[in-house]
């Protein structure tokens, strides 16, 4: 299949549907890798082993986006959504780039995470949710201030998202 490559940066509502569908596959990611972790280390309590199951799907979500962004430049929703993450030159990203991306998307979430942390309500699902959407509306709104619409992480580490779409087939007429 013959691909057309535009570019000019997508659409900050296509990236954010890509976004979405990316979290809805990703709970099956994280489901599979969570019964893995708790099958190895027969843990018997959800909150027994709690930081290092964090730390293991940490390191599964890592190993999942570096391994799409470095073979191809795009995760199943991406493709979806006709999106691909290229370096600066328009080329695929080496393994440590997707590595850095990938560290560097974080910040999506960690100033809403600290300062849900830091105003101790972490008991609180609601302030959590609330925190977390406030942190995405802020990080779009970082990303439309922007000329390219370029997100933080990928300024910093030297990427950008291209609109990837395949070649219309001809009619048959």
Partial sequence: ?????????PGLM?????????????F????????LYSTLTQQRNALDGQHGLQAFLFLVLGVYFSWFWSRGGQTVAMKAWHLRVVDQQGQPLTQPRA???YLLSWLWFLPALLSVYLLDLQHSGGAIV?????????YLLLARLNPQRQFLHDLICGTRLITQRPV??????
């Fill in 130 to 138: 609330g925190a977390l959407l406030a942190g995405i509306f802020g």
């Fill in 99 to 101: 590595l850095v991306r």
């Fill in 1 to 9: 299949m013959t691909l057309v490559r535009d570019d000019a940066p």
């Fill in 168 to 173: 219309p087939r001809a009619s048959k007429a």
């Fill in 14 to 26: 296509r990236r954010m549907a890509a976004f979405l569908y990316e979290g809805v596959l990703l």
């Fill in 28 to 35: 099956g990611v994280v489901f599979i890798a969570g019964w």
